[in-house]
């Protein structure tokens, strides 16, 4: 049981209802509730295997050796899993994305999914569902949305341990199975991580208060709305919480800024869209790029439309996915 690679895929997703904020770093409870929807198109692959002659966990990403504060987040994920399941054996972890890393994509919600489902399985899936969704939002805020498909909420819970800090299925993708375009800007890495960028606003900005307080309220709205299926009511609450966490993040001190020109020009588009018809709103992650939630019968059009905007290097249509698995 302990030395066959086992591998699992996940999905990444993508808040409507933002986790911006820690209520406890060490832990990493998140200062505010999330709702989430889950993509398909996009995969992270991870392959784990516990293997007696190894002296340190090694990680791979892409078939590389995986940069230190990487590893580091691997192995302290996987030292719970040690620690749970009472075995002493170090692993090996290989994962790759079909899409780029640490861009605003979510790759670390996907990852981190993908890691704890497989390193379980490989284990002889000692840990259930709930238990997996701690582990992998403490090892990142949003990665245990990404074990479930459709509609996810990750709970801000109220305990000091975070036993009530976990990621649940709210609705499955066929209760509504809207569409999302991604808009690609810019392929860069990010100057500033969501957790560096996330403890700099709580330290700095003047709107964090209200921003943790809006938080009950948002969910309630979101939840309300994808319950009766009701567009345009995701939408305003969706992009409402968007901007919020991006006006936070630039009234920082110093400012702190993860939007580029195109950004900017794709919010116009959509609000123009939106105008003409389409069912479209977006929301926009620690990263540049811009993710449109549509109707099916208008993710085409909407597609073609964010396409022609200046600055777009390329779009990626997804519909809504399913949780993690494990694939062998
Ligand atoms: O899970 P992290 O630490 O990568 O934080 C994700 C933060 C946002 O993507 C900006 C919002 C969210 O809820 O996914």
């Known amino acids: 049981m302990h030395n066959k690679p086992t591998s699992a895929i996940a999905h990444p997703n993508i808040a409507l209802i933002k986790y911006w904020g820690k209520r406890n770093k060490a832990l990493n409870l998140p200062a505010t509730h999330s709702l989430s929807i889950t993509l398909n198109t996009l995969?992270?692959?991870?392959?784990?295997s516990f293997l007696e002659d190894l002296s340190a966990d090694q990680v791979n990403v892409e078939h590389q050796p995986a940069d230190v504060n990487f590893s580091q987040r691997v192995s302290t994920c996987l030292s719970q899993f040690r620690t749970l399941s009472n075995t002493r054996l170090f692993a090996k972890v290989d994962?790759?994305?079909?899409?780029?890393?640490?861009?605003?994509l979510a790759s670390s919600a996907s990852g981190f999914a993908a890691l704890v489902t497989a390193a379980n399985a490989?284990?002889?899936?000692?840990?259930?569902?709930?238990?997996?969704?701690?582990?992998?939002r403490q090892a990142s805020?949003?990665?245990?949305?990404?074990?479930?498909?459709g509609y996810a909420i990750q709970h801000r819970g109220e305990t000091n341990n975070g036993s009530d800090s976990f990621a649940e299925q709210l609705w499955p993708a066929k209760h509504w199975p809207l569409e999302v375009v991604i808009a690609i800007t810019s392929t860069a890495?990010?100057?500033?991580?969501?957790?560096?960028?996330?403890?700099?606003?709580a330290k700095t900005s003047p709107y964090w208060?209200?921003?943790v307080e809006q938080s009950d309220t948002d969910i309630s709205s979101a939840k309300a709305a994808i319950e009766a299926r009701d567009f345009a009511a995701l939408a305003d609450i969706s992009e409402a919480s968007c901007l919020a966490m991006h006006a936070v993040m630039q009234a920082s001190r110093p400012w702190l800024l993860y939007w580029n020109a195109a950004t900017v020009e794709l919010i116009h588009a959509v609000r123009s869209m939106r105008g003409a018809g389409l069912a479209v709103f977006f929301t926009i992650d620690a990263g540049p790029q811009l993710k449109a939630v549509c109707l099916p019968e208008d993710a085409a059009a909407v597609e073609a439309q964010l396409t022609s905007v200046a600055g777009v290097k390329r779009t990626i249509r997804c519909q809504l996915g399913t949780g993690a698995r494990v694939t062998s």
């Open 43 to 48: 995969v992270t692959t991870t392959s784990v």
């Open 209 to 211: 208060g209200n921003w």
């Open 189 to 201: 890495k990010k100057r500033i991580g969501s957790s560096a960028g996330m403890l700099h606003c």
């Open 95 to 104: 994962t790759s994305n079909n899409f780029p890393t640490a861009a605003g």
């Open 122 to 136: 490989a284990l002889g899936s000692p840990l259930d569902t709930r238990m997996l969704a701690l582990l992998a």
């Open 141 to 149: 805020g949003s990665a245990g949305r990404s074990l479930f498909g």
